[in-house]
């Protein structure tokens, strides 16, 4: 079992800057994939991005550019820095991570428990 704690939550300016940050604790093999997903009222989920173990990252086309994802394997804590936010940024931003329970076998997920970000002036 994997528990997911978020952190950075906040209102920030259009313009402005913020980090997220994710860490995995539990009992678990490996964790592989770490991604961050958002939510905006009346909206499906959607990816924003995403990297693998050895830092291969993918971004969503709105944020390229703007946000950077990177991780500590050592802590198991992926990072989302948010710069140039938008109004249209506005939404419950979610942690997901793919691990495994022994080396070889099923890779599980597990999502964050969400965090608001909100970019008005």
């Known amino acids: 079992q994997v528990q997911l704690v978020e952190s950075g939550a906040g209102l920030v300016q259009p313009g402005g800057s913020l980090t997220l940050s994710c860490a995995a604790s539990?009992?678990?093999?490996?964790?592989?994939?770490m991604g961050w997903y958002r939510q905006a009222p009346g909206k499906q989920r959607e990816l924003v991005a995403v990297i693998t173990r050895d830092g291969s990252t993918n971004y969503a086309d709105s944020v390229k550019g703007r946000f950077a994802i990177s991780r500590d394997g050592a802590k198991n804590t992926v990072y989302l820095q948010m710069n140039s936010l938008k109004p249209e940024d506005t939404a419950v931003y979610y942690c997901?991570?793919?691990?495994?329970?022994?080396?070889?076998?099923?890779?599980?997920?597990?999502w964050g428990q969400g965090t608001q970000v909100t970019v008005s002036s």
């Open positions: 997901h991570v793919e691990y495994r329970l022994q080396e070889t076998g099923t890779v599980f997920g597990a």
């Open positions: 539990g009992r678990f093999f490996s964790v592989n994939a």
